[in-house]
């Protein structure tokens, strides 16, 4: 097959062929696992494709790497950040782009064959959905640890359009590397943005307040590399403080709370969940009570709010509520007493991270 030319711009036909896809694959320092990723790109069912390879100012082989696949492949173009960091590379991409329907990857991942072709059709099928997601699986498996397979229990159960608006405040709700979507649609909604927050979570919750649709396909199309270094482990814009922050800023201007603002309350009355409410409070809400189980906390007061137990929640007009609650089984629970009082999720309460 015809190799790329030196602006990274295919050879030959290719040039010419309608593209179904681009794939945003941006990448630095990854020599050690871009053949891996690379090789698993080149069996997918669905060949019409480009693969926007975007060096991140890479110091290793990798740029070498991706340029001698380029060679063999008039699909692959080689594209230089102007910018220094993962936003930039992947705006670049973004703006690149020459497919309707853009897939993200990441250097050190796996995609399953079937991966690209199954997120086209499910586009296609769905013309009101903007982005398509897939479930993941988390490898080594000698380094996955339980908080890792507790999340990724929770994302992989979040499947409709439905469920993900209604969890989208407890976590990101789709891994980034196994999303599809809508060029125009991300486009038009400013790309990605830089910030002290993660830039995947940033964009889903700046979608579903722009009224996007977002789903999941049931499959597993991802194998999702885990290792001590990876970026979402060590850069501070992925701590546990840049979820909270960023949770609050966009639950603040949530229209289901602001219809609600004078008559809520958060279920969960510990130190720690008053840790992660604190946000919220900053941003000048005030909750009518706090819900709790635990009969020594039910009857005090919390900077002057009430802990009350959850059969307060049997009454009209019902509060909107807000759980914060997040320990392993422990958010079922607290659904459960929610349905028995008919509470519907998404519209009388909302989880939250």
């Known amino acids: 097959m015809p190799g790329a030319s030196a602006s990274g711009e295919p050879r030959g036909a290719a040039s010419t062929a309608v593209l179904r896809l681009s794939i945003l694959l941006p990448y630095r320092d990854a020599a050690a696992t871009l053949e891996e990723c690379l090789a698993s790109i080149a069996v997918q069912r669905c060949a019409d494709y480009e693969l926007l390879a975007v060096d991140d100012h890479s110091t290793d082989a990798s740029a070498q790497i991706v340029r001698e696949h380029a060679a063999r492949d008039a ?10 960091g993962l936003v930039a590379a992947l705006n670049h991409g973004l703006e690149a782009a020459r497919a309707a329907v853009v897939a993200r990857m990441d250097a050190d991942d796996r995609m399953h064959p079937e991966r690209l072709a199954r997120q086209l059709a499910h586009l296609e099928e769905d013309p009101g959905l903007t982005l398509s997601a897939s479930r993941v699986r988390a490898f080594p498996e000698a380094h996955v640890q339980a908080g890792l397979r507790e999340y990724l229990r929770w994302q992989n159960a979040c499947l ?6 209604d969890e989208i405040y407890v976590e990101a709700p789709v891994a980034h590397p196994s999303v599809a979507f809508r060029r125009d649609a991300v486009r038009a909604a400013g790309g990605y943005r830089h910030g002290d927050f993660p830039e995947d979570y940033e964009l889903w919750l700046r979608l579903h307040h722009l009224g996007h649709r977002m789903a999941k396909l049931p499959e597993v199309l991802l194998d999702w590399r885990e290792y001590p270094q990876r970026t979402s482990r060590t850069d501070p814009r992925y701590a546990r403080e840049a979820f909270d922050r960023l949770r609050a800023d966009y639950l603040a201007r949530d229209p289901r709370l602001l219809a609600r603002r004078e008559d809520f309350v958060i279920w969960g009355a510990g130190r720690r969940t008053r840790q992660r409410c604190a946000w919220l409070l ?9 819900i709790d189980i635990d009969p020594r906390k039910i009857g005090n007061r ?4 009430p802990v009350r137990a959850p059969a307060a929640l049997a ?10 609650v997040n320990r392993h089984g422990a958010r079922e629970e607290v659904a459960g007493r929610l349905a028995a009082l008919g509470y519907r999720r998404g519209r009388d309460w909302l989880a939250v991270g």
């Open 302 to 305: 919390v900077d002057g709010v």
């Open 75 to 84: 699909r692959i173009r080689c594209l230089a950040s102007p910018g220094r």
């Open 315 to 324: 009454c009209e007009p019902r509060p909107f509520v807000l759980v914060y």
């Open 282 to 290: 900053r941003l000048g809400f005030r909750p009518g009570a706090y």
């Open 160 to 165: 409709g359009a439905d469920e993900l608006a």
